[in-house]
């Protein structure tokens, strides 16, 4: 039984923090990162080189490693939807190259998919149908000839099952088909993945013949295969194409509880954050919340770490927020569980250090850092900065062992909710840089608010031109630029994002990129100048604010100064009486809950306070 929402919001303040604290930051979580070497293949075609992409092909060939064919030829397949030059002058200097040929048949599909929309059918128009159907009609001889190139493999054969289903083939054409993807790799998950969705309810079956379908393949599945999570697929497309509850017993509830406890005992099988099982670890993370299981959720996001995928988030919002908001919800969920003067669940005794892979950040702002530093004093973070040139600054967040509760309750990422604070009322501008290996990001921020954003991604589409004109337009006037074309065309520029990144700052008249920023995350406290804002309360902000003079570096916070026994006394006092009159309003059955909530509320200030001071005071003895 959940407990009333007043005793649940107490606990969820008492608990939340420590309640996976030791999952990875939100900043750090990426939505499918390639590994190193598709990675380097996916940079290089969308500067329209081909080499590695052929490089890395051939080798899965020759090794037969077709699961790993299939994602990169799927993730080659999709760079090449919006950058095709490279794929272009592959075929025309190996038109009978098989790995080639197999990126163009995946490309089709991927073209008529994109026109068709995953939309129910009912919400297709006749005009997007028709463009589907006649590109489909034209992978047929594509899909054909990749085959022929290379008998062996298994994925031309994944690519004719999903061409099956758009096509509507009839069923002893699907049936061929994979019986020929089983006489390659009868273990392929990408094959019977798409199987799978053939045999479905939304397609042209049922939910008993996908359980069915599903729970055989897993049966026959060696240890250890991702094959075994299939009814876990099953599930969840059960699961999220029902729009109502069913009345009374669910009559495929036992099988999904099966598939449930399948997948966990698979997922115990790899390692924590091993980039392959993320699959049908996010998959198994949905369905855990779903059937309110919050626990074991939480476990499987520790398994996930960074490694976020688009599906199955995708099929509820954008994957990347959606897959924050669900852990999220889950470490709240658990906290409210947690008895208010109970201990939270024990953390793993070795925590992973994220450090590495959180994206560096780093802010530019027109103002001296002094002034930067004053309208930062009530941000919640720890800020240090740097000189920048004249009246210019550098700002990055310093890393704190306990966040802020204000910072917790912040959605951003650090450096940009802090630049919200320290822009507001201000004149000038910030823009916040960040960098990963395979993107960066500019966003400019003015009075308190985010005016653009704009990120590099070697797999992105390239931006449209009047989308790119809109950004050059804000970010020209922001800066007071007169002409926003150059703008425009770096905006619009592919191949290297931190390259990219740095000609911006450039064109905008601002301080050139501090250096070593993308590596260590730490990079100011080795310029010369640098200065740490310590973090303060909203109290002692706003305090600090009035009494910092003009032009100069807010002093160290007060908060470590030693306590006097006024100081004790009065807090101790309140304390006493608030607890009574808590406990006397609680135990009164003339006193309402919200009355007794408001006192509960209020006694914790002092308890807080006390506490803290306490923690301080131990930290400073011998």
């Known amino acids: 039984m959940r407990p ?33 070497q598709l990675r380097t ?7 329209g080189d081909h080499a590695p992409a052929r490089e890395l092909l051939a080798a899965t060939r020759t090794h037969a490693q077709w699961e790993r064919r299939d994602a990169c030829v799927s993730r080659l397949a999709r760079t090449a939807l919006h950058h095709d030059g490279w794929l272009d002058t592959w075929l025309t200097e190996a038109p009978d190259d098989p790995d080639a040929v197999l990126v163009l048949a995946d490309l089709q599909l991927h073209q008529a998919w994109k026109i068709r929309t995953g939309a129910r059918a009912k919400d297709v128009e006749r005009d997007q149908f028709q463009a589907f159907f006649a590109l489909l009609t034209d992978a047929v001889p594509v899909i054909g000839r990749a085959a022929e190139l290379n008998p062996d493999d298994p994925v031309p054969w994944r690519i004719a099952l999903t061409h099956a289903r758009g096509i509507q083939a009839p069923r002893e054409v699907f049936d ?9 790799d009868p273990h392929h998950f990408g094959c019977h993945e798409q ?39 099953a599930a969840l497309e059960y699961r999220l194409s029902e729009e109502d509850e069913p009345e009374g017993p669910d009559p495929y509830g036992p099988r999904v509880a099966a598939a449930l406890t399948r997948a966990l005992a698979l997922s115990e099988t790899y390692g924590p954050g091993d980039r392959e099982a993320a699959g049908f670890r996010n998959e198994l993370a949905l369905m855990l919340i779903m059937a309110d299981r919050p626990a074991d959720a939480l476990e499987v996001f520790r398994a996930i770490g960074v490694h976020a995928t688009e599906s199955p988030w995708d099929r509820i919002g954008d994957p990347r927020a959606e897959f924050l908001e669900a852990r999220s919800d889950v470490r709240l969920d658990l906290a409210s569980r947690v008895p208010f003067f109970g201990g939270p669940p024990e953390q793993p005794a070795a925590a992973p250090d994220w450090a590495e892979l959180v994206p560096r950040a780093v802010a530019i702002v027109p103002a001296p850092p002094a002034e930067v530093a004053q309208a930062a004093l009530i941000c919640g973070f720890s800020l240090r900065t740097a000189p920048a040139g004249d009246g210019y600054s550098y700002v990055e ?5 306990t966040r802020g509760r204000r910072s917790m309750l912040l959605p951003e990422e650090p450096l940009t909710a802090a630049a919200e604070t320290f ?50 337009g804000e970010l020209a006037y922001l800066y007071r630029l007169a002409d926003p074309r150059p703008l425009v065309h770096l905006l619009r520029a592919t191949g290297d994002p931190a390259r990219h990144q740095g000609d911006l700052v450039t064109a905008l008249g601002l301080p050139p990129v501090p250096p070593g920023f993308g590596g260590d995350t730490q990079i100011l406290d080795a310029l010369p100048g640098a200065r740490v804002m310590a ?42 009486v608030l607890s009574t009159a808590s406990v006397l309003a609680w135990s009164s059955p003339h006193i309402g809950w919200f009355r007794a909530t408001l006192l509960s509320v209020a006694a914790l ?18």
């Not at 397609?203 to 299939?230: I, K, N, T």
């Open 4 to 36: 009333a929402f007043p005793l649940a919001f107490l606990r969820i303040l008492r608990h939340r923090d420590a309640i996976g604290a030791d999952l990875a930051p939100d900043e750090a979580v990426v939505v499918d990162p390639p590994d190193a």
């Open 41 to 47: 293949a996916l940079t290089a075609a969308t500067a």
């Open 176 to 184: 061929l088909y994979l019986d020929e993807a089983e006489d390659r």
């Open 195 to 233: 199987a799978l969705q053939y045999v479905c309810a939304k397609w042209y079956g049922s939910h008993e013949e996908m359980f069915a379908y599903a729970e055989r393949v897993a049966a026959s599945a060696p240890p250890g295969s991702q094959l075994h999570a299939l009814p876990l697929r």
């Open 397 to 401: 967040v310093v890393p704190e062992a």
């Open 423 to 472: 822009t507001t009322g201000e004149s000038w501008p910030a823009l916040v840089l960040h960098r990963t290996p395979e993107r960066s990001s500019v966003t400019a921020l003015h009075q308190g608010r985010r005016i653009v954003t704009h990120t590099w991604d070697t797999e992105a589409p390239v931006p449209g031109h009047t989308e790119a004109r809109a950004v050059a």
């Open 535 to 576: 973090r303060r309360s909203i109290l002692a902000g706003m305090r600090d604010t009035m009494r910092a003079s003009p032009g100069s570096h807010p002093p160290a916070p007060q908060d470590d100064a030693p306590r006097t026994a006024r100081w004790w006394l009065t807090r101790a006092a309140t304390l006493a």
């Open 605 to 622: 200030y002092p308890a807080g306070a006390l506490a803290a001071a306490l923690r301080r005071r131990a930290r400073a003895a011998p």
